[in-house]
């Protein structure tokens, strides 16, 4: 035999051992469906929404895998072990910085059919986005450790109030809006058993814990919050005013009970509405409704208006307004004392006054020129709110000008 002939023969064998190869790792590859995981976190597959896999795991084998997760996003990752043989695996899921997040043990028997786990984390706003990693590890105390398992990875849009995000859960971060209706989104810190094996079937986690919303009220506005939790959930809702103080709060004394809260703005400011969980309940949605009322009637009267019967032109006229409010919150009033004498000719002062429940006496100073007029003038009292509508009226008082 030659040389060549021998080279020939061996190449052949080769590349017949080399298909075989290819062959074997194409029929395991097509049995298993889409790529696997690596084999650490450094290797890790990068997979999206919508990722699939089926394989078989022996004993001590890992599959990594990386994902990237929105605020006001799910992330939601569904283990079964498929085969009928016995069977043992943990699935967890860690943060960027490889610290766990949420994690199940799925232990299977011949007798079970299958056994699946469900699991769940979802994001709040602190990071513009979150990668996370997937680890899936085979263990083999049950039975010999060889079985087939399956992995389905999606990602759900849960955004709070109509935006493409989540609401904020600090002051800075709070999200504006405006009166209206709108829909939000809370993790959950759940279990649920599935009364085999010890095992939980489901864990769902999160770090969205509270939404917080931020809106403008004027003086004397008062804020309606009108607040619907999921059945199985309480929650809780707590107003704030500009200062970050609690003005008023209120939670669910049941699961899925409607709670309402209202507030009074004394002024103009921005007030906030915070969304949290009442305990460990699941992630869910909830429907907030708020309502702005104005502020009606100020309830403010004059009380008395008094002035001197007579003063002299170059000097200055002092009247005293006694004004009385019986509704709580602050605003600003304008007190304008005026008249006129018999051939139309004026005088008046103004005052400002800021004022909530309460009575005070407010003084008008009226300048009267030396080249006033002399005689009678009628004065008269008038109150007005910073919108210029007239609150409160009275007069006249009848002054007499000397020279």
Not at 313 to 323: D, E, F, K, Q
Not at 339 to 367: E, F, M, R
Request: hydrophobic content about 35%; some cysteine.
């Amino acid at each position: 035999m030659t040389a060549m002939t021998t080279k020939r023969k061996m190449r052949a064998i080769a590349l017949f051992g080399m298909f075989a190869i290819v062959m074997s790792f194409g029929i395991q590859t097509a049995s298993a469906g889409p790529l696997g995981g690596g084999d650490s976190f450094e290797n890790a597959t990068q997979i999206y929404s919508g990722y699939s896999v089926e394989t078989w795991l022996d004993k001590g084998d890992e599959d990594y895998f990386h994902i990237t997760v929105n605020p006001g996003q799910m992330l939601v990752l569904t283990g079964t072990i498929v085969s009928a043989d016995y069977g043992a695996m943990y699935q967890s899921i860690y943060d960027e910085n490889i610290s766990v997040l949420n994690t199940l043990d799925i232990k299977q028997y011949p007798s079970d059919g299958s056994s699946s786990s469900l699991m769940t984390v979802s994001f709040d706003s602190e990071k513009d986005y979150y990668k996370l990693y997937i680890r899936t590890k085979a263990d083999s105390y049950i039975g010999g450790g060889h079985f087939q398992y399956s992995l389905d990875v999606s990602v759900e849009d849960h955004y709070d109030a109509n935006s493409e995000t989540d609401a904020g859960d600090t002051f800075d971060a709070a999200m504006s809006i405006s009166h209206g209706s709108y829909d939000g989104f809370l993790s959950g810190n759940y279990n649920v058993n599935d009364g085999k094996h010890d095992a939980w079937s489901s864990k769902d986690r999160g770090t969205d814990n509270k939404d917080l919303y931020k809106l403008s009220l004027e003086a004397g506005e008062t804020i309606n919050v009108k607040l619907t939790p999921a059945d199985d959930v309480k929650l809780k809702t707590m107003i704030y005013n500009e200062d970050r103080a609690n003005v008023n709060s209120t939670e669910s004394p049941e699961t899925g009970v409607i709670t309402r809260s209202s507030w009074t703005a004394p002024y103009a400011q921005d007030v906030y509405v915070l969304i949290e969980r009442g305990g460990d309940y699941p992630s869910g949605t909830y429907h907030l409704d708020i309502s702005i009322e104005s502020p009606g009637e100020h309830g403010l009267s004059i009380a008395s208006f008094e002035t001197p019967s007579t003063t002299a032109t170059g000097t200055i006229l002092r009247t005293n307004v006694s004004i009385t409010k019986t509704t709580s919150f602050d605003a600003w009033y304008t007190v304008v004392v005026s008249g006129i004498n018999d051939d139309g000719y004026p005088i008046a002062g103004t005052a400002c006054v800021k004022l909530a429940c309460d009575s005070v006496t407010v003084p008008v100073w009226i300048s009267i020129p030396p080249g006033s007029e002399i005689g009678d003038y009628s004065l008269y009292a008038d109150v007005y709110a910073i919108d210029w509508d007239i609150v409160a009226s009275t007069g006249p008082e009848v002054v007499t000008v000397t020279s």
